[in-house]
């Protein structure tokens, strides 16, 4: 459904905000990320299973990186438990332990490289390559590992696209609606419209909805944004 190619991050202090947020933006969206802040909150499953009640789908962001077994233990018990998407860090045996026991219906998205990371961070993390050559190496590998899909900011998605294809999932945070220029922590920034044209199949939007005035009038604008996004997707692809 197009109107999922949104998800909306519940980046609020508690479940009652989370679910408060959802029932506030209504038919907007119907795809939740539920992060950190609200698993240090408490009542994290409780939560997700209420949205998924409630007919939501739900994206659980807890970025998993431990040893392979302990990834593997989380992994299981996160299945069957109505969540949609699940990330990992991108290390081949972290990926390939979530991928093997992530059950029929959730999916293992692989972090390539933070959206709020630059080249001088990457430095600091002793990564001595450019953004692009880590995202698309590590995304090849999560392929291999048996992954779904990637987390990956806009500017790589081209990149991504003509060297995978589109065997691989790929989700987008980094957003930045154009008639918003606030960029918060977020250093690889791209619109709504132009994260899908150039192929992404969702977006990740936090601030720029639930910070704004009015959260459902700024997911609609998104939503009409990533419609736009996908005519200029097809446009592309048509033939001349
Ligand atoms: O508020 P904003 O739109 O910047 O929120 C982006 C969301 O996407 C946050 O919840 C953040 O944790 C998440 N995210 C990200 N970059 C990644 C993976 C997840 O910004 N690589």
């Known amino acids: 459904m197009s109107r999922d190619r949104l998800i909306v ?18 038919d907007a969206a119907g795809f939740y990320k539920m992060g950190m802040q609200l698993m240090s909150a408490g009542g994290y ?29 989380a992994v299981r018990g996160l299945r069957d438990r ?8 991108g290390n081949q045996a972290i990926m390939e332990a979530a991928a093997n026991n992530k059950g029929a219906r959730m999916k293992i998205l692989a972090v390539t490289a933070l959206t709020s990371l630059d080249r ?16 698309l190496s590590r995304a090849r590998r999560a392929l291999e590992a048996g992954c779904d899909g990637v987390i990956a900011s806009g500017r790589e998605l081209p990149a991504l696209r003509q060297a995978l ?7 987008t945070p980094g957003i930045r609606p154009i008639d918003n220029d606030e960029t918060h ?25 639930n910070a704004a005035p009015d959260p459902r009038e700024a997911a609609l604008k998104i939503q009409g944004e ?3 996004g996908l005519r200029m997707r097809l446009r592309r692809s048509a033939p001349n």
């Open 45 to 73: 499953m409780g939560l997700a299973e209420e949205l998924a009640r409630r007919g939501h789908k739900v994206f659980a962001d807890l970025k998993l990186f431990d040893v392979p077994a302990t990834v593997a233990a």
């Open 82 to 89: 109505g969540i949609e998407f699940l990330t990992v860090h």
């Open 120 to 135: 001088g961070d990457l430095d600091d993390l002793g990564f001595d390559c450019e953004i692009g050559e880590l995202v």
């Open 226 to 228: 990533i419609s736009r």
């Open 165 to 171: 294809g589109r065997r691989l999932l790929v989700v």
């Open 9 to 26: 991050a519940l980046d609020v202090p508690a479940p009652s905000d989370a679910l408060d947020l959802a029932d506030q933006l209504g």
């Open 185 to 209: 922590d977020q250093k690889r920034v791209v619109t709504p419209a132009a994260a899908i044209a150039k192929g992404a199949d969702h977006i990740v939007v936090g601030r720029p909805i």
